[in-house]
């Protein structure tokens, strides 16, 4: 069985030191790398009944600000998903996926991950983010954030010990490596995330090395047709979880939709593919039921 040691020994404690924060705030619209958007097909969902807007979580050096979506009132608490924004950071499309949990009854909250390193919002080439903002985000400033967000929803109306995350392509990724970090997690799903890679200084681990050292399971949403994450790589992924001795990992599972390919989730962009997204999205709100999130 897995132990918080285990995972420290693979990322180091982030240092704590003051340092300016590029995002202080979310903007609105979505991010100029993905324009224009295709707007007959977003989604939109209100937030009548909801409390929802931007908040600022507190961490070891600064205010990382957030989108927070929950159900309007007092006197309960309500389980709490992390969502894990892509690659182009906490626009639209992320909050909108917050007020659809928050419309389940989830106290539902995406951090700005790259809040220290830029805007990932504001360039318009998809290169120009990974190279200025993306590259430059270690793993463990990410998951202290996280971390950082549970604390602060424990503190404002969320129940964490029904405690889940989900997220999307780079947030995929993310996804396993928290579920292998914070034992209070009952249970993640991963759209799209890659499990493979070249390891780097920044981000020295990726999903498949914690195949067997997972605190909850994980389902895995993935397109068959994605260019970028070879199936070859999800069935690697299948087998070394199915070959470890850790019950989560074990546990954990894949749906892959055969013609659909990356981002089939994003109703902004031409990837989306309406019958993929919304099967994944059942398929995501029983396993958190499953799970007890």
Known sequence: MNSESDFDDLVPAVPVSRRRFIVGALGAGFALAVQPVAAQTVIHTDSIG???????????????????????????????????????????????????LAKQGYLAIAPELYARQGDPRQYKDIQEVLAKVVSKVPDTQVLADLDACVAWAQAHGGDTARLGITGFCWGGRIVWLYAAHNRQVKAGV????????????????????????????????????????????????????????????????????????????????????????????????????????
């Open 50 to 100: 909801l409390d929802a807007g931007e908040v600022g979580i507190p961490t070891g050096d600064g205010e990382v600000p957030a989108y927070r979506a929950q159900p309007a009132g007092s006197g309960r608490r309500w389980p709490v998903v992390l969502v894990v924004q892509e690659i182009f950071g906490v626009h639209d499309y992320i909050k909108d996926v917050c007020r659809r």
């Open 190 to 293: 991963a759209w799209y995330g890659r499990l493979v890679g070249q390891p780097s200084e920044l981000s020295p681990t990726n999903p498949i090395d914690l195949a067997g050292r997972l605190y909850a399971p994980v389902l895995g949403l993935y397109g068959g047709t994605d260019a970028s994450i070879p199936l070859a790589t999800v069935d690697q992924m299948r087998m070394a979880l199915a070959d470890s001795g850790d019950p989560a990992s074990k546990e954990s599972k894949f749906q892959v939709y055969g013609d659909a390919g990356h981002a089939f989730h994003a109703d902004y962009r031409p990837s989306y593919r309406k019958d993929a997204a919304e099967d994944g999205w059942q398929r995501m709100l029983a396993w958190f039921r499953k799970h007890g999130v």
